[in-house]
């Protein structure tokens, strides 16, 4: 691959900072870099392999010769500026929700669809965090007996959502052992010593009753499996843990899958690592998935309320295989 001129938009953010160490970890051949974000942040240094570079602010003709734009800066920004880095000649990968579920706009995940990426028009979607890591472990069970139904819980670590919200469960934190009332600005709740299931915290309730977090899970599993049959409830949580999502996911197949087979398959499928020996009390926790891009299962056994089921527990880094890891592995599809 020749070496490319990348802008990452939102460099000071939790994943923007992400994409800069995932970039350099995976030697990604970068020939220059611009880093991009808010007025509030101009002329802030951030480093990249070594050398310090100055932040500008975003604007429409930011993209001038740029190859490659990562984007990590919110949806709106994404709507307002995605489309001018495309006209600028620019490849966009947008960690936004805000083209996700756009027909002309692939979403992809490359353990899944890495295929469906050459048919983009200029903008790629990186789809919701707690959806990356389900499709990685779904794939290869629904390749191998045909999913009916998921079930999942989520235990949604709070750097997903955002550099404000993880300054927030510290200080809170701080404030409720040292006997002070927490203060709430971000979250609807303390998310300190708490959990609360409403992701994200700022979107109304659906009609339904369903959160736009769990409506996605829901929608984007559909469109990266490529089989919209898949029928998916979730019930998306905030925990007050740093970062590492965590999921407890149930999986009704068509055939009968054993534990032990579950298992087989998973420990081939691609980024996937299998954790789990009960017996010596082996299983993934948020703690040991961070700074991985892979993603973790354990906890796997049959479920005894049903003679086609599966449950099964399973981790990722929210910021890397959640947002930069699997932004920088599809740069690299391309
Ligand atoms: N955190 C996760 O686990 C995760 C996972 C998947 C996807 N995402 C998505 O990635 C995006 C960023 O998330 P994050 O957690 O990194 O948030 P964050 O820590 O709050 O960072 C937000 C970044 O966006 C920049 N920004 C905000 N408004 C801007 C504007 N008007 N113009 C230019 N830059 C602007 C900020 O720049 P300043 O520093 O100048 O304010 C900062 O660099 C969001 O769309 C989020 O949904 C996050």
């Not at 310090?52 to 919110?74: H, N």
């Not at 955002?162 to 934190?173: D, H, T, Y």
């Not at 980024?271 to 906890?299: C, F, H, M, N």
């Not at 056994?301 to 910021?319: F, G």
Request: hydrophobic fraction near 40%; aromatic fraction near 4%; proline fraction near 6%.
């Amino acid at each position: 691959m020749s070496a490319k001129k990348v802008a990452v938009v939102g460099a000071t953010g939790l994943v923007g900072q992400q994409m800069l160490r995932t970039l350099e970890s995976r030697s990604f051949p970068v020939h220059s870099i611009k880093l991009l974000a808010s007025k509030r942040s101009e002329g802030k240094l951030l480093e990249f392999h070594g050398e310090q570079i100055p932040v500008e602010v975003l604007q429409e003709d930011s993209f001038e010769g740029i190859d490659l734009a990562l984007f990590s800066a919110g949806g709106d920004t994404s709507k307002r500026f995605a489309p001018a880095a495309v006209r600028a000649g620019c490849v966009v990968i947008d960690n936004s929700s805000a083209w996700r579920m756009d027909p002309e706009v692939p979403l992809i995940v490359p353990e899944v669809n890495p295929d469906a990426a050459q048919a983009h028009h200029g903008i790629i979607a990186n789809p919701n965090c707690s959806t990356i890591q389900l499709v990685v472990v779904l794939k290869p069970l629904h390749d191998a007996a045909t999913i009916k139904r998921v079930v999942v819980a989520t235990y949604q670590a709070v750097s997903g959502a955002g550099v404000q919200a993880v300054a927030e469960l510290e200080a809170q934190s701080r404030d409720i052992l040292e006997g002070r009332p927490p203060r709430c600005d971000i979250f609807p709740y303390p998310i300190a010593f708490n959990c609360i299931p409403q992701i994200p915290q700022s979107d109304a309730f659906d009609s339904s009753g369903y959160t736009t977090e769990e409506l996605k899970m829901v929608n984007e599993t559909k469109k990266i499996m490529g089989d919209d049959s898949i029928r998916l409830t979730a019930t998306t949580v905030r925990v007050p843990v740093h970062t590492g999502h965590s999921e407890a996911v149930n999986v009704e197949t068509e055939t009968k899958l054993s534990a032990d087979d579950a298992r087989k398959i998973l420990a081939q499928a691609p980024g996937v690592s299998v954790l789990d020996d009960p017996a010596k009390q082996i299983y993934p926790t948020a703690r040991e998935a961070v700074g991985s891009g892979d993603t973790y299962v354990g906890r796997i056994r049959e479920d005894m309320s049903h003679p086609s089921a599966l449950d099964l527990w399973i981790v990722s880094d929210n910021l890397l295989k959640g947002a930069a890891y699997n932004a920088v592995q599809i740069a690299e599809l391309l």
